[in-house]
């Protein structure tokens, strides 16, 4: 599937209610323009909070431009046609963080990206040791949008799930990179058995001579 853009123009900073906009008088089915405007609000809310802003002063860099918009319609198209046509449910194997630095409007960015890391909250995610971003932020609202493990707790999953995001921000300015020191708290989640107790159970080894 390639999409060839007719410009180059005005294809990056856009803001929420611009994108919005452009979904809004697009010819997809009702359903598609909700996927996708749902799609968009989580990354929005996401952007929000790592920016201590409002949802509509938001405004996307690169998730602005023509093909994050169009990653996230074709999505919200697939989501819609198999979820009306076949009722199915959704599920996934644990999700690649990546490792390493990702180039950004904002400068260099530690992976996975602030964004990222709030939309994988409660996701089973995995370090499968390749380095680079192994998960956009887009992919992230994706997954976080279908709900993978609808009727399971995170702790059943296995793997590792991001706890809580810190953040702090020095007052030193850098050329390349945001001078912001991020720490992610992963919480290990244990494998666990449904209708299951607690028991403590002893066994005892002894030989007996002289005995068939």
């Known amino acids: 599937f390639i999409v060839n853009l007719s410009s180059e123009n005005n294809n990056h900073h856009r803001t929420y209610n611009n994108i919005k906009d452009i979904i809004?008088?697009?010819?997809?089915?009702?359903?598609?323009?909700?996927?996708?405007?749902?799609?968009?609000?989580?990354?929005?809310?996401?952007?929000?909070?790592?920016?201590?802003?409002?949802?509509?002063?938001?405004?996307?860099?690169?998730?602005?431009?023509?093909?994050?918009?169009?990653?996230?319609?074709i999505a919200a198209f697939i989501i819609n046609k198999y979820e009306k046509k076949y009722?199915?449910?959704?599920?996934?194997s644990p999700v690649p963080i990546g490792k390493g630095i990702v180039?950004?409007?904002?400068?260099?960015?530690?992976?996975p990206a602030p964004a990222t890391s709030l939309l994988l909250?409660?996701?089973?995610?995995?370090?499968?040791?390749i380095e680079g971003e192994r998960t956009t932020p887009t992919g992230a609202?994706?997954?976080?949008?279908?709900n993978p493990y609808p009727n399971i707790s995170s702790a059943e999953t296995g793997n590792l799930?991001?706890?809580?995001?810190?953040?702090?921000?020095?007052?030193?300015?850098?050329?390349?990179?945001?001078?912001?020191?991020?720490?992610?708290?992963?919480?290990?989640?244990k494998k666990l058995i449904k209708n299951s107790k607690n028991?403590?159970?002893?066994?005892i080894n002894f030989d007996i001579?002289?005995?068939?």
């Open 24 to 73: 809004a008088k697009s010819s997809l089915s009702i359903t598609t323009k909700e996927i996708s405007l749902s799609l968009f609000q989580k990354l929005a809310l996401a952007e929000a909070e790592v920016h201590g802003i409002e949802l509509n002063e938001v405004s996307f860099h690169e998730l602005g431009a023509w093909d994050s918009i169009i990653d996230n319609v």
């Open 87 to 92: 009722n199915v449910s959704w599920s996934c």
């Open 103 to 111: 180039h950004t409007a904002h400068g260099n960015l530690s992976i």
């Open 121 to 129: 909250n409660g996701i089973a995610i995995i370090d499968d040791g």
């Open 141 to 146: 609202a994706i997954i976080s949008h279908i």
């Open 161 to 189: 799930n991001i706890y809580k995001q810190g953040i702090g921000i020095g007052t030193k300015k850098f050329k390349t990179i945001p001078n912001i020191l991020r720490i992610l708290i992963f919480k290990e989640a």
């Open 199 to 203: 028991e403590v159970i002893s066994q």
């Open 209 to 212: 001579d002289d005995q068939s």
